[in-house]
Each structure stands twice: as structure tokens, then as C-alpha cells.
């Protein structure tokens, strides 16, 4: 099983944060690790996510999670769970206009162990991805 996380104290209130992270059409505008989504981001829906390590290549994934203002997990793989990828956001206010936001993805899965030997590692884009957040959720605060 590979995993991945980071986790980054934002200065802005936990809707304000919701409402950029799950804004699909506007990730290429605020994130730095993210070519594209196309899809909506909502409950059961399938989106497929274009990440600049690999901006050639979708990643196919559904929204099986989702509590407002809360956390959001995606599911994506190969069928009969040879091989999986589960990610989940979490939002956890601080007060004062302060939340935590943590991202976590597990991969795993009969072919996990073959299959993520291939794949780039994501530590640097898991933490464009959070600083991406952070800047803009505490741009749009300050306005």
C-alpha cells in the first residue's frame, strides 16, 4: 500500500474553502498541480482529472463522499479492486476564520504494489495542491 498526504493551516473560513475546492471548471485558474477537471464535482458523479505531472493522461474518478464544508473523497481504479485509489479532503475549522485542510490518498489493490512502482511520485504536486488552496482561499479573504 502507497500512501500520500500533506496537510496546511488556511486563513480563510471552512465554506470559502468548500466552495474553491469544489469548483471543477476553475482548478487550472488557482492550482498548480492540476491541468484540468472535467466533470462536476458532485456526490456520484464521475470526473476525470488531468494533473500537470501527467498532463496527457486522465484520471477517471468518482466523488463517493461528500459532506459540505467537510470532506470529499474520489474513488478511482480498475474494476474487482485490483487496483485503487481512494483521496480524501478534509476540512476542519480552527475558529477565527481558520481551517486545517488535509489530502490523503491510499493506493492499493492486488497489482498496488506493481502498478505504483510506475507512477510518479506525487509528494511535491499533494503539496502544490495544498499551497495552491491556501493562496487562493487567503487572496479572496483579504478582498
Known sequence: MKTYNVAVTINADVDRIWSILTHSSKYA???AS???IE???ALGQKIKVYAKITPDRAFPVKVV??????KM????GMPLGLFKGIRTFTLESK???TAE??????FSGLLAPLITRFMPDLTDSFHQFAHSLKRKAES???K
Open 95 to 97: 475558529g477565527a476564520g
Open 39 to 41: 466533470g462536476d464535482i
Open 101 to 106: 485542510f488535509l489530502m490523503h490518498e491510499v
Open 140 to 142: 479572496m479573504a483579504e
Open 73 to 76: 473523497v474520489w474513488l478511482g
Open 65 to 70: 463522499e461528500l459532506i459540505p464544508s467537510r
Open 29 to 31: 485558474e488557482w492550482n
Open 34 to 36: 492540476v491541468e484540468k
